[in-house]
């Protein structure tokens, strides 16, 4: 039992390039997210999923698009590339239920865009 | 939107001080989850509290919930180095299937051995 995994753990691209993140985890969770977090403004939700096939605009997605084709994989997709997007990516979990929304982080990945 | 703001930003302590993290919100929550990130790691699930004044306890550490369900803290007990990392607060404001967690800032605890 894996919990969640990101790829990659580390990129650094140049203005105007693209690339995908990808997040899986095998839990069978129902709910997957997309943070970025920057020093001193803890976490900021990009796009997140209620399920298979749904995505959703977060507070700060511009700049980013996601998919869920599969429930235990969430992607993560810069089309081109801004030094503002230089951060550390979160993607996490979560059963949805009526008491228990804790969430699951992966471990992230650290971009740098020059 | 929903705001949730968290203080102090930074605290250092001597092992065995104890520390205090305040977490507010701008609207009511529904409930709210406290989570630890050690330096380098990603952020882990303490715990959460739905009732209005609630308190739980986890050994040294003990959470409030306000009355009015818009604030909350975190208390540790006589630190240890153990307990260096950043805290933070999130809240949720709905119980509907769309409502999402608003993090606070964070509180970065350094403890002096």
Redesign the interface.
């Known amino acids: 039992n894996a919990g969640v995994t990101q790829t990659p753990k580390f990129r650094v691209l140049k203005t105007g390039q693209s690339m995908t993140l990808l997040c899986a985890q095998d839990m069978n969770h129902e709910y997957m997210y997309w943070y970025r977090q920057d020093p001193g403004m803890g976490l900021r939700l990009i796009h997140y999923s209620v399920g298979e096939g749904t995505t959703a605009k977060g507070e700060v997605p511009d700049g980013y698009n996601v998919s869920r084709l599969k429930k235990q994989n969430f992607l993560l997709g810069l089309e081109s590339a801004a030094p503002s997007q230089t951060s550390v990516y979160f993607c996490a979990s979560s059963y949805f239920g009526q008491r228990n929304y804790e969430q699951y982080f992966g471990p992230g990945t650290r971009l740098t865009v020059t | 939107?929903q705001q949730v703001m968290?203080i102090p930003?930074y605290q250092h302590v001597q092992e065995g001080e104890d520390f205090t993290t305040y977490c507010n919100s701008s609207t009511t929550l529904s409930?709210i989850?406290w989570?630890k990130q050690r330096p380098g790691?990603?952020?882990?699930?303490l715990i959460?509290l739905?009732k209005s004044g609630e308190v739980k306890k986890q050994k040294r550490l003990t959470f409030q919930f306000g009355e009015a369900k818009k604030n909350s803290s975190l208390h540790i007990t006589a630190t240890q180095t153990t307990d260096v990392g950043t805290y933070?607060c999130?809240g949720?404001s709905g119980e509907t299937?769309?409502s999402?967690?608003?993090?606070?800032?964070?509180t970065q605890l350094t403890v002096n051995p």
Request: proline share 4%; aromatic share 16%; no cysteine.
């Open positions: 939107g968290q930003q409930n989850q989570y790691g990603h952020p882990v699930f959460q739905v933070f999130a949720r299937s769309g999402r967690l608003t993090f606070g800032e964070g």
